[in-house]
């Protein structure tokens, strides 16, 4: 079992930056693939990064590549999802997800997710 926390998300100006984090419970956590997705008021819940567990994989969405960074530090227990020049397409909640068998883009492939945070880039 992993337990998931998100936090880092606020309102922020068009073109400025934002942290997130995702705090995680569970003894496996180096070995489960972790992922960020974010869901807009009205749409689907959209993949946006993801890391393999080894950490030397990542992979982003195209809306979001050259602008966002995945990582994780398993020594912590931590992801991390710095983002960078955020436009007002990028407000939504944003999840934190991991699965302990597979990485993929699809939210049906992740187990474990938490409750959100919130970011909203006004412009």
């Known amino acids: 079992q992993v337990q998931l926390v998100e936090s880092g998300g606020r309102l922020v100006q068009a073109g400025g930056s934002l942290r997130l984090s995702c705090a995680a419970s569970g003894r496996r956590f180096s070995t489960y693939a972790m992922a960020w997705f974010r869901q807009a008021p009205g749409k689907e819940r959209e993949f946006v990064a993801g890391?393999?567990?080894?950490?030397?994989?990542?992979y982003y969405a195209e809306s979001v590549k050259g602008r966002f960074t995945i990582s994780r530090d398993n020594a912590k227990n931590m992801m991390y999802l710095q983002m960078n020049s955020l436009k007002p397409e990028d407000t939504a909640v944003y999840y934190c997800?991991?699965?302990?068998?597979?990485?993929?883009?699809?939210?049906?492939?992740?187990?474990?997710w938490g409750q959100g945070t919130q970011v909203t880039v006004s412009s």
């Open positions: 997800a991991a699965d302990p068998y597979g990485s993929g883009t699809q939210h049906k492939e992740y187990a474990y």
């Open positions: 890391i393999t567990w080894s950490t030397s994989n990542t």
